[in-house]
């Protein structure tokens, strides 16, 4: 494998965080540099991909190949499985492989720099591109877990934050950063200020209702995106306390139906 030519791109380049994704000439480049774009991925040139710093801790490089055919077999699934929805986690030798089904299949070795991510050559339905965007969240929650780093399905809108189930934001993701004290989304950037508003649309109310701090914390604390067998870290657990300290809670109100 390393004998590839890799094409380096580094999660928010601004605020150097040691996170990777790097492609091989043969993946499904077109469409995964879009998504990466969106997920707020540079690209490095040549000479900065040879110094990415792979005695840094928490680095992490997420190499991108196509499916071999024994992994397009196991990314296929069964549809006995697929009532238990497309994505699934398991430990494969000891180390937890997470399964999109007919997307990707990504393997994330305990404290290890490189981790891999195998996608099917076919990426062509609207709903594996959805797929594909989730795998790459799904990445970006596990490897920033580390520094508390929140990471919830949802979008940023009039410098709120709504949070959503993952079938309401296709894949759409919004990353926390309560340290820096910024909001990362497909739109870019937002600065915490004093407070930050966050709007919980996964359960929507007919009227306006604020939600107490004790729910807050518990539901930042079960909506993340992390998939993991042992949780949130306790980083993660620390930024919800700080953030639920800041930001006020509130839950969606429904919009109007109109009888016809």
């Known amino acids: 494998m390393e004998s590839a030519k890799w094409t380096y791109y580094q999660f928010r380049k601004p605020h150097d965080y040691p996170i990777y994704v790097r492609l091989a000439a043969e993946a499904p480049t077109a469409k995964l540099v879009h998504l990466l ?12 991909g040879k110094k990415v710093p792979l005695n840094r801790l928490h680095t992490r490089i997420l190499s991108v ?12 699934g069964s549809e006995i499985l697929d009532k ?9 030798l000891g180390m937890p492989v997470y ?10 070795p305990f404290g290890k720099t490189f981790w891999e991510l195998a996608v099917h050559p076919e990426l062509a339905h609207t709903d594996q591109l959805v797929g ?4 790459l969240v799904r990445f970006l929650a596990q490897a920033l877990s580390y520094a508390g780093i929140l990471c919830y399905w949802g979008t940023v809108k009039d410098d709120a934050v709504i949070i959503m189930k993952q079938t309401q934001s296709f894949g759409e993701a919004v990353l926390i950063d309560v340290g820096r004290r910024v909001v990362f989304s497909n739109g870019g950037e937002l600065r915490i200020g004093a407070g930050l508003k966050i709007i919980r649309k996964d359960k929507e109310s007919r009227t306006a209702a604020q939600m107490s701090r004790e729910d807050l914390i518990g539901f930042l604390s079960v909506s993340t995106c992390l998939l993991s067998f042992t949780g949130i870290t306790p980083m993660m657990k620390k930024s ?3 953030l639920s300290s800041n930001a006020s809670g509130a839950y969606a109100i429904t919009e109007a139906t109109v009888n016809l």
């Open 65 to 76: 190949q196509e499916a071999s055919a024994r992994i397009q077999r196991e990314i296929g």
């Open 132 to 135: 594909l965007r989730i795998v």
């Open 99 to 108: 399964t999109f089904r007919k997307v990707g299949l990504m393997g994330m």
């Open 240 to 242: 919800i306390y700080d």
């Open 84 to 92: 238990y929805g497309a994505e699934s986690l398991s430990l494969q």
């Open 37 to 48: 774009t969106e997920l707020g991925f540079t690209a490095l040139t040549e000479a900065e």
